[in-house]
Nanobody
Framework: QVQLVESGGGLVQAGGSLRLSCAASGRAFSTYAMGWFRQAPGKEREFVSYISWSGGNTYYADSVKGRFTISRDNDENTVYLQMNSLKPEDTTVYYC?????????????????WGRGTQVTVFS
């Protein structure tokens, strides 16, 4: 079992930055792949970024590539999402997710554990 708690969301002006954190409790965090997803009201949950258990492999959605950076600290049981050059269209709730690491999977249904989300609002 893994429990995930996101933090770091907030209100920021377009062009600004935020760093989201996802703290994990439970055993074997360092063996899990981690993902960040986001979901706007009335829309499907969409992939944002992925990081493998070791941190050696990362992937990004095209919409955030070059602006967002995912990282993890296995000693601290935490995964981060550094978000720079934020745009109003990045406004939504962001979720972190964990699953056994079978390789890169961008589909939400493939992740077993989820946090409750953190709201990011970008105003112009």
């Amino acid at each position: 079992q893994v429990q995930l708690v996101e933090s770091g969301g907030g209100l920021v002006q377009a062009g600004g930055s935020l760093r989201l954190s996802c703290a994990a409790s439970g055993r074997a965090f360092s063996t899990y792949a981690m993902g960040w997803f986001r979901q706007a009201p009335g829309k499907e949950r969409e992939f944002v970024s992925y990081i493998s258990w070791s941190g050696g492999n990362t992937y990004y959605a095209d919409s955030v590539k070059g602006r967002f950076t995912i990282s993890r600290d296995n000693d601290e049981n935490t995964v981060y999402l550094q978000m720079n050059s934020l745009k109003p269209e990045d406004t939504t709730v962001y979720y972190c997710a964990a699953d056994n690491d079978y390789g890169f999977v961008p589909t939400p249904g493939s992740y077993e554990y989820w946090g409750r989300g953190t709201q990011v609002t970008v105003f112009s």
